[in-house]
């Protein structure tokens, strides 16, 4: 099944919740002051959050009043530019070898999420080694070992509680040896022990500069996307602590609030780069902005 079925599939809540909504407005086909203030309403319910749903206003006012239309379907051509303009076309794309630093806070999925991103890897034809470095959470190098059976990689682990640090320096001494591809490093999420999550963060990030600096790196924040907003909240505090390259959406099939890519975009500047749609190991999808706004609007 190709991006845009899944993706189709996988959108159907926000659909019915944002499309809906919209097909309904663009209708009527009075482009006035009270269309515009239902359509910032929609957008503001579906967590496209204040800056975006001002940004993509603002556009397609201006992109209304520039083409003079008084038509529904050219009127809803110009909100799939305007939200389009807000979006981008940034894909995920790497050089090899890569170090894929993979955070969030417990129960995003992140776990379950990286065995999937190793999926992906592999399908692609490249050698794949995860590294259990969330030493903190019960039984979570035991859940990652499940995944990277799945995907078939390989997986390098120490004891429960020992030095996350210690399993990245493994794991990437392994990489090395091996000549692997990719290395995927799993990091816990603690969230409650924020300044001791956010120095061991960095402390990884150093090990990782300092033994593998030929890699290409990617830090990766693991968002729940049924969370709406508050993924804001927690991009911010992860990219303060290691800088981050992108955000890994999961659960989007769960939630009429899909809006919360446009606010990610937006407010933080920082691109989706790969959506969960499924809780299938092929489930995980890179992040197509013109599919996504085909299968909402």
Known sequence: MGFFKKIIDGL??????????????????????????NLEEILLTSDVGAQA??????????KIRQTKTVDEENATRLLKEA???????????????????VVGVNGVGKTTTIG????????EGKSVVLAAADTFRAAAGEQLEIWAKRADVRIIKHEEGSDPAAVVFDALSSAKSRKTDV????????????????EELKKIDRVIDREFP????KNLLVLDATTGQNALTQAELFDEAIDL?????????????????????????????FVGVGEGIDDLLKFDAQSFIDGIV
């Open 183 to 198: 290395v995927i490093v799993d990091t816990a999420g603690r969230l409650h022990n924020k300044k001791n999550l956010m």
């Open 53 to 62: 749903t001002e940004e993509i206003v603002d556009n397609l006012k201006e």
């Open 214 to 217: 030929e890699a290409e790196r």
């Open 83 to 101: 939200l389009s303009d807000v979006l981008g076309d940034e894909q995920f794309q790497t050089d090899y070898p890569c170090v894929i630093l």
């Open 12 to 37: 159907k809540k926000t659909q019915q919740n944002i499309g809906f909504q919209i097909k309904k407005l663009f209708k009527v086909g009075i482009f006035n002051d009270d269309f515009y203030e």
């Open 245 to 273: 390259d992108g955000i890994i959406l999961t659960k989007l099939d769960g939630t009429a609030k899909g809006g919360v890519v446009f606010a990610i975009k937006s407010e933080l500047d920082m691109p989706v780069y």
């Open 116 to 123: 999937k991103l190793a999926r992906n890897f592999v399908r």
